[in-house]
């Protein structure tokens, strides 16, 4: 596929522009009063609390192993790109590549924005640890991690009491979701659309959560409106800048607790949904993976992966999977575990299920 009809078609690829119609209007959710707003500012301006460091539990990173887990993982890379060069060895307790993490993502909400709140709880777990299997069948050597990616700040149509485009949900939801990962040994990330908010706004409302060992983060530029237009009318930013806010954060939140590394899960499939890549700084407390977001026929999502995850490397890949999304278009299939892995170069590390 050439890259210009890889680009254009890229850009028809709204992994989850169906959102907008699925949220009620207004602010939303217990974390969005006035006190919210407040703790939120004075986090972003501060940081987490006075840094502390606590000495973490667990043992060391073997580096010989994780060196040999990234060569591994980069799938006979030969363009010199992957493993990524010069990374720091994570902290103790590190995930990545340790594990592959397979995850089911969506909002209890509705139905319609993945297949975490599409399926009863029961159902829906019993489904996830099927493709878990799936996934370690496919790859014996690399354990599977199942997951929870929760999208905790939902952009929506309505622009709520303070013109912001987005929903915070309540944090009774966020502890649904803990209790059912809890059930199936399961790891949660917390999801942030900001839409005309910013993730030095939203991100310091998680603190609370962050600071427990299996609670991860995850941030969507699709829907990072930084020039003011409504989201869903065009695909959003984020610049290396507002990454390395959310890693510093992070990294202080593991530090201050004496944590495993965070892992940080940044969608992508266009090339302005995330500038200035290669000022991306990895730290030894978080774990960056750019996930490739976009759904589509095979051919088209080979392309999104080589053009803007593979050739702008930066740590860590994943790839979304769309029960839905990707067969919309007779005959074509949603990738099995054998092919996403035989496919790709490096073999992606998180998998997402929507």
């Not at 509705?110 to 299997?133: D, F, N, R, T």
């Not at 530029?221 to 507002?242: H, L, N, V």
Request: proline share 8%; glycine share 8%.
């Amino acid at each position: 596929m050439k890259f210009k009809s890889v680009l254009f078609s890229a850009l028809f690829v709204l992994c989850t522009a169906v959102f907008f119609t699925n949220c009620t209007s207004g602010g939303g959710g217990k974390a969005t009063d006035k006190k919210a707003d407040t703790t939120a500012k004075k986090a972003e301006d501060a940081g987490p609390d006075t840094l502390s460091v606590v000495k973490s539990d667990y043992p060391p990173t073997d580096k010989a192993l994780y060196d040999s887990l990234l060569k591994f993982n980069a799938h006979g890379d030969t363009s010199g790109r992957w493993p990524v060069k010069n990374q720091p060895t994570p902290l103790g307790g590190a995930i990545l590549p340790f594990k592959r993490v397979v995850a089911f993502y969506g909002n209890l909400y509705s139905k319609k924005m993945g297949i975490l709140g599409e399926l009863p709880p029961k159902e829906m777990l019993a489904k996830l640890k099927g493709e878990v299997k799936a996934w370690q069948k496919a790859d014996p050597k690399t354990p599977v991690q199942p997951a929870l990616h929760y999208i905790a700040v939902v952009a929506q149509g309505a622009a709520g009491k303070d013109g912001k485009y987005r929903y915070r949900m309540p944090f009774k939801q966020i502890d649904s979701v803990l209790a059912m990962a809890k059930t199936a040994h399961a790891l949660v990330f917390l999801d942030v659309q900001v839409s005309l908010s910013t993730i030095q706004q939203e991100l310091p409302l998680f603190e609370p959560y962050l600071k427990m060992p299996q609670v991860h983060f995850g941030m969507d530029p699709e829907f990072s409106m930084k020039d003011g237009s409504k989201p869903g009318k065009k695909i959003g930013t984020y610049d290396a800048s507002d990454i390395n806010y959310v890693t510093d954060y992070l990294a202080k939140i593991v530090k201050k607790n004496g944590l495993p590394p965070k892992i940080l899960i940044v969608h992508r499939f266009t090339k302005k949904m995330v500038t200035n890549y290669q000022n991306i700084k990895l730290r030894p407390e978080v774990q960056v993976v750019m996930d490739m977001d976009g759904w589509g026929e095979p051919d088209l999502k080979t392309g999104t992966y080589r053009y803007f995850i593979d050739r702008e490397p930066v740590q860590f890949t994943g790839f979304k999977l769309f029960y839905k999304n990707d067969i919309k278009k007779a005959p074509h299939h949603m990738l099995t575990p054998e092919e996403v892995l035989s496919r790709y170069k490096p073999q992606p590390i998180y998998i997402q299920y929507q």
